[in-house]
Nanobody
Framework: QVQLVESGGDSVQAGGSLRLSCAPS????MGWFRQAPGKEREGVAT????????NYADSVKGRFTIALDNAKNTLTLQMHSLKPEDSAMYYCAQDPSLWGNCPLSPQRYAFWGQGTQVTVSS
């Protein structure tokens, strides 16, 4: 089991940028997920360690970038052009049993962090 710790959440204005981090990055499939009040948790972006294959939700393509920082043993999510609808609690998740094309389905991931809050104001 691994204890994941997210950081980097903040309150920003629409159009701004934030960079989230999650440590440690341990397993093959890792991802960022988010949950807004009253909504289900949804996948934002995932990455497979072996090939760096990434998946993104359509709503964030072209604005968010998921990456591994191997030197720091962290998973990052760079977010640009933030919109009010991006406001949510953002969670890092990892799973040792997944391979290849890492799914965006939160149910597939075993280990979760406590989350970091992102608030985007208009």
């Amino acid at each position: 089991q691994v204890q994941l710790v997210e950081s980097g959440g903040d309150s920003v204005q629409a159009g701004g940028s934030l960079r989230l981090s999650c440590a440690p990055s341990r397993y093959n499939c890792m991802g960022w997920f988010r949950q807004a009040p009253g909504k289900e948790r949804e996948g934002v972006a995932t990455i497979y360690r072996g090939s760096s294959t990434t998946n993104y939700a359509d709503s964030v393509k072209g604005r968010f970038t998921i990456a591994l920082d191997n030197a720091k043993n962290t998973l990052t999510l760079q977010m640009h052009s933030l919109k009010p609808e991006d406001s949510a609690m953002y969670y890092c998740a990892q799973d040792p049993s997944l391979w290849g094309n890492c799914p965006l389905s939160p149910q597939r991931y075993a280990f979760w962090g406590q989350g970091t809050q992102v608030t985007v104001s208009s």
